[in-house]
């Protein structure tokens, strides 16, 4: 269990850093336009937010201290 701890807590260190440094987009579809049958759709790639990045670093460490103290 401690070792799920570390690895999980690694791994989302990870994830947070590269969405701090603004490294992870996501893409969102967006209907601009709609009569009848007929539609058009706008593809939007966006950011994580840097602020959800530096949480999920704190989280990650969080789990990495966890697993490095329990017994």
Do not use: C, H
């Not at 994580?48 to 530096?54: E, F, K, M, R, T």
């Amino acid at each position: 269990m401690r070792a799920g701890f570390i690895v999980a807590g690694i791994v989302i260190i990870a994830l947070g850093a590269a969405g701090f440094m603004g490294m992870l987009n996501f893409n969102q579809d967006k209907e601009v336009f709609k009569v009848g049958d007929l539609s058009a759709t706008v593809q939007q790639t966006r950011t994580v937010p840097q602020w959800i990045g530096g949480a999920a670093v704190f989280v990650g460490l969080g789990l990495v201290v966890v697993g490095a103290r329990r017994k």
